[in-house]
């Protein structure tokens, strides 16, 4: 692994969906009965993949809030598999995420790094979403910024400097810890953040629910356990 000194950061900001909160697990979850009331099936990671290219897609365009996007997204994978959901699947999908579990790792990592640092998100949700899943992960962030705040979404840098602002502390002080190349990584180096990769997909073909990008993160770590050892262990 790269080494990273933690000394030098008093901030620490996460992408929230793949990286604390398992979120492929959790769209699965809420498609998969949808798929199967309408008789279709399709693999798990062409499901994935079909989710990503059109949540990224509606997410580029004018500011839905995310429910809206999770919404559409529904209704274009039933375009692409020949079905049409119902409203009530397309609500249910869109209410989903307060059901996305966390990682088995996330709670106890972000609160043994909460006693060094300063912790935030960055998250490509709304508030109220947003609040559902900080519940599941059992800690008070310092500070939340959501892209239903921003009015965009990552990979748009305004979200980013939403949060420099929020935080009050130096971008070069402030280290960046995602799972998405795409959403996170290629923008926080942009800007000059020193950022973490952590690689939940490790060993997995394909971009899963992230769309594929290139970025050079610092150091990458499987999980979070890992990275609260790291950033925690004695000088």
């Not at 365009?61 to 375009?79: C, H, K, M, S």
């Not at 972000?110 to 609040?131: E, M, P, Q, Y």
Request: with cysteine; glycine share 6%; proline share 5%.
């Amino acid at each position: 692994m790269a080494a990273i000194d933690f000394d030098a950061f008093d901030a620490l900001t996460f992408d929230t969906y793949g990286t604390l909160i398992d979120w492929e697990s959790g769209i699965l979850a809420a498609l998969r009965p949808v798929l199967e009331q309408h008789g279709v099936e399709v693999a798990d990671e062409e499901l994935l993949e079909r989710y990503a290219r059109h949540e990224a897609e509606l997410e580029a365009g004018p500011f839905l809030d995310y429910r809206e996007v999770l919404g559409r997204a529904l209704a274009a994978i039933g375009t692409d598999l020949g079905f049409e959901p119902a409203a009530d699947e397309v609500a249910a999908f869109s209410a989903s995420v307060g059901d996305w579990p966390p990682f088995a790792d996330s709670a106890d990592a972000l609160a043994r790094l909460h006693t060094r640092f300063r912790l935030a998100v960055i998250t490509n949700c709304d508030d109220d979403l947003f609040a559902l899943s900080e519940q599941r992960l059992g800690l008070r962030f310092d500070r939340v910024i959501t892209a239903q705040q921003a009015r965009t979404y990552k990979p748009s840098a305004a979200n980013f400097e939403l949060a420099f602002a929020a935080l009050g502390v130096p971008r070069e002080r402030i280290l960046h810890v995602a799972q998405s190349l795409y959403h996170d990584h290629v923008t926080a180096k942009a800007l000059g953040m020193t950022t973490v990769w952590v690689d939940r997909r490790a060993g997995r073909a394909g971009g899963g629910a992230t769309p594929p990008a290139d970025a050079r993160p610092d150091l990458t770590v499987p999980d979070m356990r890992t990275l609260a050892d790291l950033a925690l262990r004695p000088s």
